[in-house]
């Protein structure tokens, strides 16, 4: 198997890409099976490995199905975000965290300086940053990249992490009752940091999707912020408006 190297990573998501955009075009019909692999990596002068990820690429999105003796076929001409996530309350983003893998990268347990997108109050002494990333179940492909940032009060859980499911916020919830009264959340870009974009495969300071979720509990003090960074292009966000009534 070739190694995931940014350059072959980023073949991978330029063949994806051309199978995409061939499928939307009508070029291959829902029911037509796409060429083979042989077929593709000539066309694409491509290894095997490369086609089949990026094929993997295309079954993420809802658009083929493979089956051995009998190809991969078309099942959908509408390509989807590969994750979804709404922001209508906890639940929606803890159903997202659940369908998810949270993998730690490294913990810090003295911050040199105020991370400028946390906000941090309170004495810096008295909070721990957690480095972690987010995969597709059961595969190694990261699918996000967040700084957690925790009072060292709960620091208990980056011993769950990796064992349990959902966020960092319903472990803390099982192991020390700790419940949420309410979440700010602020949406923006922002370049990927070196870390992300090295985990992410992507490129350094090209445009991430940044969320930032500030987590209170029921005395309205903050015990939890997560700085999270997202391919743009893969997941997609949902919310409601509701009007009133006159």
């Keep these: 198997m070739e190694p995931p190297s940014k350059a072959n990573s980023s073949k991978i998501d330029g063949i994806a890409h051309v199978l995409i955009q061939r499928i939307s075009d009508g ?13 593709l990596c000539v066309e694409f002068n491509a290894s095997r490995y490369t086609i089949r990820e ?17 190809g991969t076929r078309v099942i959908s001409a509408s390509s989807m975000p590969l994750y979804g996530l709404n922001f209508e309350s906890s639940d929606s983003l803890g159903h997202y965290l659940e369908h998810t893998d949270l993998k730690l990268k490294q913990t810090i347990l003295h911050l040199v300086k105020q991370p400028a997108e946390a906000r941090l109050d309170g004495d810096l002494e008295g909070w721990a940053q ?13 699918v996000s990249w967040s700084y957690i940032y925790l009072r060292k009060e709960y620091l208990g859980v980056v011993d769950l992490i990796g064992h349990e499911r ?13 419940t949420v009264k309410f979440i700010d959340v602020e949406v923006s870009s922002a370049p990927f940091t070196r870390e992300a974009a ?3 495969r992507k490129r350094r300071n090209s445009q991430a999707l940044l969320i930032i979720r500030r987590f209170y509990g029921e005395d309205d003090r903050l ?8 391919p743009p292009e893969e997941v997609q966000y949902k919310t409601r408006i509701t009007a009133n009534q006159t």
């Design 27 to 39: 070029l291959y019909r829902v029911g037509d099976n796409i060429p083979n692999e042989v077929d």
């Design 198 to 200: 090295d985990v992410l």
């Design 54 to 70: 990026a094929v993997r690429n295309l079954q993420n999105r809802g658009l083929v199905q493979r089956k051995k003796r009998a």
């Design 130 to 142: 957690l480095d972690t990333y987010r995969c597709a179940p059961g595969t190694t492909r990261a």
């Design 166 to 178: 959902g966020g960092v916020y319903e472990i803390l919830k099982k192991k020390y009752k700790k």
């Design 223 to 230: 015990f939890e912020v997560s700085v999270s960074y997202y």
